[in-house]
């Protein structure tokens, strides 16, 4: 990746890509420091200490708005409201038939679906900026809390937290149309690796704590280096794993020139759903923790059933494993259909080598898509529980490079080297006229 690093940079179109790339990179972190008026910031410090180790949605917007969450700033919800909104559109498009319809248009119609994207990405950040202010003014972290000051400050630091929701998805579009890999993917890249000070601070004070009280740490913190780098070349090699179905294209005469004949393949790949699984899952069940934020209980079964489905408890890793398995399969489902890939195979007189055309080719691709579901399902199960399995057997608690965010991290690196590949590529690549 380096190597292609460099190579890029020596061409002078793809170094002003890069360069423009950096310069987004700089003004998405320029906007995650800047608070949105109207707060007490040492209020919102004592409120957010410890906000990585609840668990909760608060957590998992942390991590990914790259900490611009916790100091409520103008990009506070981060990339979040697009990733939901893309999300919902993706299932939309399967259920409404107007909208699947909108996906067969070509450009005319992708255009339309992100135009939709884009108004429910504002509507969502609205929503959610309103929920944050709701949970700011609970805590007593707002300085402005009578009459039309209220009403005043509420709604100007909710337009705030829409305004940086809209100018973050307007920069992640800049990257995709002057730029270099998908714009919202980079900004998501930037957002963690800019938690990894965060992180190594952590480890330098469980460090410390060996050298001082407990040794263990001295064994656990190398460990967990060993485990991180291991775990990032498991993804590496996972992320390009895919099975290849052999398709054989039937000859067929047209006029006096033979046409077909050739052999191909259909790739699928291992890591179907991505990180979408593990996303939907961790979404689902921090929905518990973040009621318990919100109502605090001082005790009694809502205490003990909230406690259920603390991140350090057996029932939720048990629920975590169950759900990532089951949206993985949800999610294939949705985005492939063997009937149409078999359908369009039979059209294109292609044919997989032993099996006959029609219902036994979409029993057989079924049955692969089933068995490839579920190696990569528990694949990324695995990655999303050991940091939770590593915490629990060590008391290694808020190191905030969890699963989703090394799984993120690394699809957005091979993405983003593959990108630059390509563009080489063609720059180099002379044609027949040269």
């Known amino acids: ?59 998992y917007l942390n991590t990914l708005s790259g900490g611009a969450f916790s100091n409520a700033t103008l990009f506070a919800m981060g990339v979040t409201p697009y990733i939901n909104s893309s999300i919902i559109m993706q299932l939309l498009c399967v259920a ?28 969502l950040g609205l929503i959610q900026g309103g929920a944050y202010f ?37 920069l992640g579009e800049q990257i995709n149309s002057h730029g270099i890999g998908n714009g919202i993917s980079i900004l998501l890249f930037a957002g963690i690796i800019a938690r990894f000070p965060y992180t190594i601070s952590i480890l330098g004070q469980y460090w410390q704590q060996g050298m001082e009280q407990d040794q263990s740490f001295l064994v656990f913190v190398p460990l967990w280096i060993v485990i991180f780098l291991g775990v990032i070349w498991v993804i590496t090699f996972m992320q390009d794993s895919e099975r290849r179905i052999p398709i054989q294209y039937a000859k067929r005469v047209v006029g006096r020139k ?11 790949k291992v890591a179907l759903g991505g990180v979408l699984p ?43 494993f169950i759900f990532i398995i089951a949206f993985a399969y949800f999610y294939t489902a949705i985005q492939y259909n063997p009937v149409e890939m078999a359908n369009n195979l039979k059209q294109n007189n292609g044919t997989i080598p032993g099996i006959r055309p029609g219902h036994p080719t ?73």
């Not at 033979?258 to 699928?268: E, H």
């Open 1 to 59: 990746m380096f190597k292609t690093i460099r190579n890029a940079w020596a061409i002078p179109d793809l170094r002003r890509k890069i360069l423009f790339t950096l310069l987004i990179v700089l003004v998405f972190r320029i906007g995650s420091i800047i608070p949105v008026p109207f707060l007490d910031m040492g209020a919102l410090g004592q409120l957010m200490k410890g906000v990585d180790d609840s668990g909760s949605m608060l957590s």
């Open 278 to 320: 593990i996303i939907f899952a961790s979404s689902i069940l921090s929905i518990p923790s973040t009621i318990k934020m919100f109502w605090q209980p001082s005790g009694g079964f809502w205490a003990s059933f909230f406690d259920a489905f603390s991140t350090e408890g057996w029932l939720y890793m048990l629920l975590y």
């Open 134 to 170: 709701w949970y700011l003014y609970r805590s007593g972290v707002t300085t402005y809390n009578q009459g039309f000051d209220l009403v005043y400050s509420a709604v100007i630091i909710i337009l705030a937290f829409t305004a940086g929701t809209a100018l973050m998805m307007w």
């Open 258 to 268: 033979m046409y077909g004949g050739q052999s191909s393949y259909l790739p699928i």
């Open 362 to 434: 979409v029993d057989f691709i079924s049955k692969i898509l089933s068995r490839i579901t579920l190696i990569g399902a528990l694949f990324l199960a695995l990655i999303a529980l050991l940091p939770l399995v590593y915490a629990a057997l060590t008391d290694m608690r808020g190191l905030s490079m969890g699963g989703t965010s090394v799984i993120i991290i690394v699809g957005v690196a091979l993405e983003t080297s593959k990108q630059m590949e390509s563009q080489m590529m063609m720059r180099h690549y002379k044609g027949f006229l040269d």
């Open 96 to 123: 409404i038939p107007p909208l699947e319809r909108m996906t067969k248009e070509g450009e005319v119609g992708r255009k339309k679906i992100g135009k939709i994207t884009r108004y429910v990405t504002v509507l």
